[in-house]
């Protein structure tokens, strides 16, 4: 009993170790969308909104705005977040809240600098999407 315990455990481990590979279409479709990115990061505005400074990145690709704030963090709001495309780009922008939206409560009302501080690993900005 015990080796088979011990056995599924050891199969477990490996499995999760391993993970689930990308198909080659999907892995150059991502790395796409990286570099389209990247690209708009490097030409990044800032913009001042409501006496808060963010820089927008127009992903022209995927009709969206990456939104991020920049200085001290103090609170801003999806309106904000919205307000900073607009600005930047000349498009209406909607806020994209993505897992976000599971959350519950009142997406308009919600301190994004809060949730930013819990954000690890690559943050390229809040998205928008937006319609020109």
Not at 37 to 57: C, H, I, P, W
């Amino acid at each position: 009993m015990r080796i088979a315990v011990s056995i599924v455990i050891l199969a477990s481990l490996v499995s999760a170790c391993g993970g689930s590979q990308l198909p080659p279409e999907q892995r150059a479709e991502r790395e796409a969308k990286l570099a389209q990115t990247d690209a708009a990061l490097s030409e990044a505005k800032t913009v001042t909104v409501n006496g808060k400074t963010f820089r927008v990145a127009h992903v022209t690709e995927r009709d969206q705005a990456l939104v991020d704030l920049v200085g001290p963090s103090t609170p801003y709001f999806a309106a904000d977040i919205e307000a900073a495309s607009r600005t930047a780009t000349g498009c209406a922008g909607t806020f994209d809240p993505g897992i976000l939206a599971f959350l519950g409560g009142d997406i308009a009302t919600t301190d994004l600098a809060a949730l930013r501080t819990k954000v690890s690993g690559r943050f390229a900005g809040w998205s928008v999407s937006l319609e020109c």
